[in-house]
């Protein structure tokens, strides 16, 4: 398959050009990381939180 | 074609080793509190592969994997909001007060708790029925997912792996409850885990890379098919063109429907209400969310990019590859493009996928037949018997309702027609967004929830999803044929009313009309407080 870049087109990350899409990776990464710090840091709070 | 003796073989430990799995969870179960909520007691590792294996199912991978290969990667921001939302905002502000509620007022499951909460019979038995109304479409699809691969990668009939499925799940879920349940969902998550985790590492290898596989879809925005285009597809890694039919229903339908649907998902909610308390349960999110990211975002990659393989190998892009059919997609792909032993193990993936989903539903449905709405029925027929909560009744009550409702979703997986397996799935978590979640969100949030108010979000919530999905989003609408007979036309409105979904304006109408009695309510709360203690009957 021809592989260049479309005339006009905007500079690629990893072969994607639409930035809405490049976020939505970056979002969907970067909360995975958040939800792992969250649990890592918080891992002893709320022991015996129900009594 | 896989070879026949390897498929058995695998498949034959996969299922002894499940239902070991499963028979342990039976041996453990001593009482109604084991079978409901595992005891009350499941440990962080066990609730988030139990809630992620719930969540992500052979709907996730096949429907809308097939979804991802004929819209593309916009679907990435469904993961997106499945982290945030299903796991990160679920646990965090949903979860640890549903845990903590559910361990003051004793509840069992979720319909349970809203009736403790409100202390209404009305609030039980009526998100009870809704759950029945709408679930077994839901588990047809999980069904139909699984048995799409099956079919077309071996070649076996849909009723030998429909009835495989429901055999083999029914067997451990009504025999081991919700101990079983959970510990098998974490088996069967880290198969699908490790399963979808080569499969994205090959599907980039076999193309060449990350950058040239990508590359190459991108380039492939001139052959989005003209149906499509004209619709506002833009290509299979750009965003559709905003406000065209594309973008509202990737935005309304599938990133909406889905992402805020899952925060009224009985069958996830009744995972918080398993942890001891509230540390389990933050060190539970870290496993939901990795697997969240390691199975929905790779189908929608990997759906996204079979675009490409299809394309160099025969021409087509993957929706005419697929004969039309967007859930044959990824079952066409892993069968054309994988080593055998692959087939044959990602077929264990599938089956895997399938049954923590399918149990978690059987479970779900049993319960709200069995126990939820059994109960009420049972005080009506007979008012003068004591319909304290007895531990061996409840569960007998939710093993029959189980077997009730398996058999409903097996009918209903016959006559179910193709390319509905997102669909079905986003009407239920639509469903439940818009008749259960705000009542939902007061009964966990408010220091003096208005029964009034929950009542009356539940009834407009419910009705308004439903006269939407009848008469006016095109997709149901067209099909139901409703609009046509009593208008003449397949939808009541015209664009771009038909594709915005059901969730969009249920959700908002519930949640404004909760809002709104609450508020005329409030004046009269102030002398009759909502005990929080719930009933006079007792639980064990």
């Known amino acids: 398959m021809e592989r260049t870049v479309r005339e006009g087109g905007l500079s690629m990350i990893l072969g994607i050009e639409d930035p809405t899409i490049i976020v939505g990776y970056a979002v969907a990464i970067g909360l995975t990381i958040v939800c792992v710090l969250y649990g890592w840091l918080n891992r002893d709070k709320g022991e015996d939180s129900n009594g | ?540």
Do not use: C
């Open chain 2, 1 to 540: 074609m896989v070879e026949t003796w390897m498929f058995w073989v695998i498949v034959i430990i996969y299922m002894a080793i499940t239902l070991s799995v499963g028979y342990m969870g039976y041996k453990k179960t001593k009482g109604s509190d084991d079978f409901m909520l595992a005891g009350r007691k499941a440990r962080p590792l066990i609730i988030g592969m139990s809630y992620g294996a719930t969540f992500v199912s052979t709907a996730a991978i096949v429907g809308f994997g097939g979804l991802a290969g004929e819209l593309g990667m916009g679907l990435i921001w469904l993961t997106a909001l499945n982290i945030g939302v299903g796991i990160l905002l679920a646990f965090l502000v949903f979860g640890k007060r549903a845990n903590a509620l559910g361990h003051k007022l004793k509840a069992v499951t979720l319909p349970d708790l809203l009736g403790k909460r409100y202390n209404s019979p009305f609030m039980q038995y009526g998100p009870a029925i809704i759950i029945l109304m709408g679930m077994p479409m839901y588990a047809a699809a999980v069904m139909l997912g699984g048995v799409n691969f099956l079919q077309v990668a071996l070649g076996v009939t849909k009723d030998q792996a429909l009835l495989g499925f429901v055999i083999v799940t029914a067997a451990y879920v009504i025999g081991g409850g919700l101990i079983a349940v959970m510990y098998t969902d974490a088996l069967q998550g880290t198969i699908v885990v490790s399963g979808m985790t080569f499969l994205l590492v090959f599907t980039y290898f076999t193309l060449g890379g990350v950058t040239t596989a990508n590359t190459d879809l991108t380039n492939m925005a001139t052959l989005v098919p003209s149906g499509l285009a004209g619709q506002g597809m833009t290509g299979w890694t750009s965003f559709p063109s905003f406000g065209s039919p594309i973008w509202l229903t990737v935005v309304t339908t599938v990133i909406l429907g889905v992402g805020i649907g899952v925060l009224a998902e009985p069958q996830l909610a009744l995972r918080f209400l398993t942890a001891k308390d509230a540390k389990h349960l933050n060190r539970a999110i870290p496993f939901g969310a990795v697997f969240v990211l390691l199975t929905t975002g790779v189908a929608y990659t990997v759906g996204s990019l079979t675009n490409v393989y299809f394309y160099q190998n025969t021409g087509q892009v993957s929706l005419n590859a697929a004969g039309g059919n967007v859930d044959q997609i990824m079952p066409l792909y892993i069968n054309s493009a994988t080593p055998d032993i692959f087939i044959a193990v990602f077929t264990v993936v599938l089956i895997a996928a399938a049954m923590s989903a399918l149990s978690s539903i059987f479970h779900t449905m049993g319960t709200a037949a069995g126990f939820d709405l059994w109960t009420h029925i049972r005080r009506k027929l007979r008012p003068d018997a004591d319909v304290a909560r007895n531990s061996r009744t409840t569960i007998l009550s939710s093993r029959i309702g189980m077997g009730v409702m398996i058999v409903i979703s097996v009918a209903l997986a016959y006559i179910m027609p193709a390319s509905i397996i997102a669909r079905a799935t986003i009407m239920f978590m639509g469903l439940m967004a818009s008749a259960v979640l705000p009542s939902y969100a007061q009964a966990l949030f408010s220091e003096k929830p208005s029964l009034r108010a929950a009542k009356a979000s539940l009834v407009v919530g419910a009705v308004s999803w439903f006269i939407w999905t009848a008469l006016v989003h095109n997709a149901e609408s067209s099909v139901l044929g409703i609009s046509n007979f009593l208008l003449g036309q397949p939808s009541a409105l015209p664009l771009p009313w038909q594709n915005i979904d059901p969730l969009v304006i249920g959700f908002p109408l519930s949640a404004l009309t909760l809002i709104v009695v609450w508020f005329v309510d409030k004046h009269y709360l102030a002398e009759k407080e909502v005990p929080s203690n719930g009933r006079s009957e007792s639980a064990q």
